[in-house]
Every structure is written in C-alpha cells, then in structure tokens.
C-alpha cells in the first residue's frame, strides 16, 4: 500500500480517495495500525507543520481532518473489533473551547477495542456536562482531551467541578493532546497522563484494575 499517496490525499482533503485507499489497503490486509500511523496520522503532523509555517490557513486544515476522520470511520470497526467482556465505563470529551477531535476520538476507538465502554460527549463540553454523564452512566473513569495551550487549564476546572459536587473519589481522570503533560497531570491532581491512544490503553487498563 502507498502511504505516502494516502498521506498527501488526507493533506489535500481528498475524503473519497481517501476512503478509496483505506478500504482498498484493508482488503489487501494491510495493517489497520500502519494505515493509521503511516497514512492519516503522518498527514496530520504535515498539515500541523505548514499550518504553523503559515503555508496553509484553517480552510485546509479542516478540509484535511474531514479527510481524515472519513478514513478513520473505516478503520474504526477493524480498530474495535473485540470479543473482549467489558472491564469498565469511561466518559470522554474534548474539553470546553476546544474544536479538535480526531486524537480524542482516536483514544475512544482504542479504549473501546481494549473492552472499556465509552461514552463519548464530542468537543467543547463542559465540566458539568462530565459530571452530568458521569453520573447517568456509573461510569468509572473521565477521559479528558486538549490540543489548545488556552483550552489545557480547562482540565483543571472539570477536575475541580467533580471536587465541588463531593465526587473526585468516585472516577478516575486520565488526561492527554499535544500540550498535556505528566507534570500538568500532576499538578492539577489527575490520576494519570497518557501520550498517545496505545499509551491511553495500558494506562486506563492498569487504572481500572486498581
Ligand atoms: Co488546530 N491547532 N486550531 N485545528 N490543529 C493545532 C493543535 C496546532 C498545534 C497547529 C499549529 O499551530 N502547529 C495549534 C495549537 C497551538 C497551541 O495551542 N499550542 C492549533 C491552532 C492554533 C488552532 C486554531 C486556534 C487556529 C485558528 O483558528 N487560528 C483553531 C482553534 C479552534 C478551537 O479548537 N477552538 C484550530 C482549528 C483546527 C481545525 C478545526 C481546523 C482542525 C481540527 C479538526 C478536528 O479535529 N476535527 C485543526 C487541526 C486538524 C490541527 C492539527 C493540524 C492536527 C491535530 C490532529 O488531529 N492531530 C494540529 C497540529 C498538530 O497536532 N500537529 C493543530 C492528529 C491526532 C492523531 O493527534 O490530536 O495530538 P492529537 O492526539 C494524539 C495525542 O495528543 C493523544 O493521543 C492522540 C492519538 O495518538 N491524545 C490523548 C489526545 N487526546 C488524548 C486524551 C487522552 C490521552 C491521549 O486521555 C484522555
């Protein structure tokens, strides 16, 4: 399969090659993962770079992560496929503010494929909206997502807004995106950081099963 060919459809947001490719490179057995890393999420990283240049403008930058998530939708049920009995409940969103979706819902096909029931609230959500779901679901576990500097401290407030209801105990926060770190987990009192959707699952395994 032709990664490099696929990488510069997701760059172009050419959505229907990109489906084209994808089904095409699953049909031939090609690595879900592979197709993944060397074809979409390499995309990525290029758009990021040339958006930072000032090559390109947020037009294009939507434009390829359409294309991208359309690839992703293909991939997703090879992704999740599991036969796996569920080890536990998890919420998960891109916190208040914050438009960028496609490592949070990378992280939530991971963690599904792994057994952990999601309940995904999409982008921009609000502290409440965690707890609300949270508390509706029984869930075990809060996966909170950021790809902003200004969007990160919102972690806290999520965090603090479980405090202020009598609840923190109660759930487990794993937080993660591009600006996140260890340290920050720390310092805002998550139970852990993850750095990518492999990570996430090694992490909210070990996690749960305290
Ligand atoms: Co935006 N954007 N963007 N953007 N965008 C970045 C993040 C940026 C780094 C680009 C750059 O300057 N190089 C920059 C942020 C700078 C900063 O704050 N430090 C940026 C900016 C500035 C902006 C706007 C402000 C631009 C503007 O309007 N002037 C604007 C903000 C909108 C908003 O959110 N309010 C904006 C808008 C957009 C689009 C809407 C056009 C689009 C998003 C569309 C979408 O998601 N549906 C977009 C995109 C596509 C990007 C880049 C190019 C790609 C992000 C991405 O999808 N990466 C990005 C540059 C980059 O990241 N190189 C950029 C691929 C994805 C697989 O990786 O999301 O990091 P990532 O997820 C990883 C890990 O981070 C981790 O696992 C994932 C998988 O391995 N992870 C977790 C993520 N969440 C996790 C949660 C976990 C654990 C791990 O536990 C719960």
Do not use: W
């Not at 792994?114 to 679901?137: N, P, R, T």
């Not at 965090?159 to 995106?177: D, L, N, T, W």
């Amino acid at each position: 399969m032709d990664y490099n060919q696929l990488s510069l459809y997701v760059q172009k947001g050419n959505g229907a090659k990109v489906k084209e490719m994808v089904s095409e490179g699953l049909a031939q057995k090609a690595s879900p993962t592979e197709i993944l890393n060397a074809g979409l999420i390499e995309a990525m990283a290029v758009i990021g770079e040339k958006f930072k240049n000032n090559e390109i403008y947020v037009p294009e930058m939507l434009m390829a992560a359409k294309a991208m998530n359309q690839g992703m939708q293909i991939l997703e049920p090879v992704l999740t496929a599991t036969g796996v009995k569920p080890i536990g409940k998890a919420v998960i969103g891109t916190v208040k503010g914050d438009l960028h979706d496609i490592g949070k819902n990378l992280v939530r096909m991971m963690l599904k494929g792994a057994g952990i029931e999601m309940y995904d609230l999409g982008i921009d959500v609000s502290a409440q909206a965690f707890l609300d779901k949270a508390k509706e679901v029984g869930a075990d576990m809060i996966c909170l997502s950021a790809l902003l500097t200004t969007t990160m401290p919102y972690m806290d407030s999520v965090i603090k807004e479980f405090e202020k209801a009598g609840v923190r105990s109660q759930y487990k926060f794993m937080i993660g995106g591009a600006p996140v770190s260890e340290a920050y987990a720390k310092s805002i009192n998550a139970d852990c950081y993850a750095d990518d959707a492999v990570v996430a699952v090694d992490v909210a395994k070990k996690l749960l099963a305290k």
